[in-house]
C-alpha cells in the first residue's frame, strides 16, 4: 500500500470540488480524498464481505464493491443508476481483480434489475448518507433494499444524529463585524432582526478540532426499519447541562454505524485539516430550547424548526435547507 495518508488535502476543495452531479468523475474523486470516508467503509468491509453475496448500492465509481471483491466476497452486485459510470466500474473490477474461479459481478442501473429473492443478499452496503444523513431519495432506496433482505449485514446500518454546543471564535468575529460596518446590515427586518446575522438561521458548516464538545443523541434512522412516513420530525432540545452561557453555536452532525462499529462521521472532533466530504450543519445559539430537524425522508435534506415559532409566518421558509 502506498503512502497516501501522508496527502493532506485542502478543506476548500479548490480541485474537484464536489457539485452534486454524480455522472462526473470528479465527485468520485472527492469522496476518494475523504480517507476517513473510505476507510471507515473499508473496515466494515473486510469485517463482514468474505465469501458472502454483496450488492452495492449507489455504486458510484464502484469503489465499496470492489473493495468487498478485494476482501473475499463471492458475488459482488453493483446498483449505479448513472449509466456513465458502468464501464468505469467494470474497469475497476478488472484492474484490480484477481479474484477466484468462479467469483461474480454484475452491474446494474436501479434495483429492479437485483436478484427479487428476500435474503439474497447477505451484505448491502450503501454511501447513501449524503451531509444531512438523508441524501436525496436514495437512503430512502437504499432502506427498501434493507427490508427485503432483513437478514443481511448492512454497512451502515444505522445513523445517529447529535447535537453539540460550543464556542466559534469566527462566529463571534462575524456579529462584531456587522456591528461596526459603516451600512446597517443588521435591523433590515426590524431591530435586531437581518438574514445577515451569522449563523441565526441554519448554516452549512465545517467545526473541527473540538474534541471536549459534549455529545447529545437525539434520533437515529434505523436502516432495516427505515420510515415509511413521508415527514419525519427528529425532535431535540438544548435544555441540558451542556449548553454553556459561553458557547455561542449549535452543531448538528451525524455517525454511522454497523452493529457496535462505527463507520464514518461528519462530528466536531475531527482534526484540523481532516479533509471531509460531509459538511455539519450549525446555527448561533440564541436560547430556544426546543427545535425540530424536519425532513421529507422521500426527497432528503433537512430543515431546522424552532418549535416555539414553528407556527409563526414570519418563520415559515426561513430556515435553510439542507441535503
Ligand atoms: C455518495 S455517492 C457514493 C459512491 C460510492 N459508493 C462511493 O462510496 O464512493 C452515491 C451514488 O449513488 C448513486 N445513486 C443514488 N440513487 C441511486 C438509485 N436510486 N439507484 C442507483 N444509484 C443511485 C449516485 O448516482 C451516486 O453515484
Not at 155 to 181: A, H
Amino acid at each position: 500500500m502506498s503512502n497516501y495518508r501522508n496527502d493532506i488535502f485542502d478543506n476548500r476543495g479548490s480541485f474537484s470540488e464536489f457539485d452534486g452531479v454524480y455522472s462526473d468523475v470528479d465527485a468520485h474523486l472527492n469522496m476518494l480524498k475523504d480517507q476517513d470516508r473510505c476507510e471507515g467503509f473499508f473496515k466494515a468491509i473486510k469485517k463482514y464481505c468474505k465469501d458472502k453475496v454483496v450488492c452495492d448500492f449507489g455504486a458510484g465509481s464502484g469503489l465499496l464493491g470492489v473493495y468487498a471483491l478485494m476482501s473475499g466476497a463471492k458475488e459482488v452486485w453493483f446498483v449505479e443508476r448513472e449509466v456513465t459510470l458502468h464501464p468505469l466500474i467494470k474497469r475497476l473490477c478488472e484492474t484490480n481483480g484477481d479474484f477466484d474461479e468462479g467469483v461474480e459481478f454484475h452491474i446494474c442501473v436501479n434495483s429492479s434489475q437485483i436478484p427479487d429473492e428476500r435474503n439474497y443478499f447477505d451484505v448491502i452496503i450503501s454511501e447513501t448518507i449524503g451531509d444531512s444523513g438523508v441524501e436525496c431519495d436514495f437512503t430512502y432506496e437504499y432502506g427498501k433494499i434493507a427490508r427485503k433482505h432483513p437478514n443481511s449485514i448492512c454497512i451502515p446500518d444505522r445513523i445517529e444524529y447529535y447535537w453539540t454546543s460550543i464556542y466559534e471564535e469566527e462566529v463571534q468575529k462575524e456579529m462584531d463585524y456587522l456591528k461596526d460596518f459603516p451600512v446597517n446590515y443588521l435591523d433590515i427586518e426590524g431591530k435586531g432582526k437581518s438574514p445577515f446575522l451569522p449563523f441565526i438561521y441554519m448554516r452549512g458548516c465545517k467545526v473541527r478540532d473540538k474534541v471536549d464538545s459534549i455529545e447529545n443523541k437525539f434520533h437515529t434512522l434505523d436502516i432495516k426499519n427505515y420510515p415509511h412516513d413521508t415527514y419525519v420530525d427528529m425532535k431535540f432540545n438544548l435544555n441540558n447541562d451542556s449548553l454553556k452561557d459561553e458557547h455561542n453555536f449549535i452543531v448538528l452532525y451525524w455517525r454511522c454505524f454497523t452493529e457496535d462499529l462505527e463507520i464514518v462521521n461528519n462530528a466536531p472532533q475531527k482534526p484540523l485539516g481532516t479533509f471531509c466530504n460531509w459538511i455539519q450543519f450549525g446555527f448561533y445559539n440564541e436560547g430556544h430550547k426546543d427545535y425540530s430537524l424536519y425532513t421529507n425522508i422521500k426527497e432528503g435534506g433537512v430543515n431546522l424548526m424552532k418549535l416555539t415559532d414553528e407556527n409563526s409566518p414570519k418563520n415559515q421558509g426561513r430556515n435553510e435547507r439542507f441535503e
